[in-house]
């Protein structure tokens, strides 16, 4: 299992910034995709996952500014749209897919980060 994940950068604050993770290999089905953050001196924590059939899930420091959701023709590529960016947003970004089929790929993997440096 593969991610690819891109898209970050540095912004202004209130500025958007969309971050994709490309997930492929020895995925049938996944039970959710995931982005994590981690910025310096701070602990990994969920930003955002949504699950194989689309239900979506927010931490509290993302809901009404950033969506989660699987590209149209393609569920294995999943985009976080981050709007009015805070200078507290900045981290590096992670990707990661709980696999749960097949077999021979369950569990949790996880992809490259992507650095967002929001300016105030």
């Known amino acids: 299992v593969q991610l690819q994940a891109s898209g970050g950068g540095l912004v202004q604050a209130g500025g958007s910034l969309r971050l994709s993770c490309a997930a492929s290999g020895s995925i049938l089905v996944y039970n959710r995709i995931s982005w994590y953050r981690e910025a310096p001196g701070k602990q990994r924590e969920l930003v955002a996952s949504?699950?194989?059939?689309?239900?979506?899930?927010y931490a509290d420091s993302a809901k009404g500014r950033f969506a989660i959701f699987a590209d149209d023709g393609n569920k294995y590529t999943v985009y976080l749209q981050m709007n009015n960016l805070k200078p507290e947003d900045t981290a590096v970004y992670f990707c990661?897919?709980?696999?749960?089929?097949?077999?021979?790929?369950?569990?949790?993997?996880w992809g490259q980060g992507t650095q967002v440096t929001v300016s105030s």
């Open positions: 949504v699950t194989h059939g689309g239900t979506a899930n």
């Open positions: 990661g897919v709980d696999v749960y089929a097949p077999d021979s790929a369950k569990g949790l993997h």
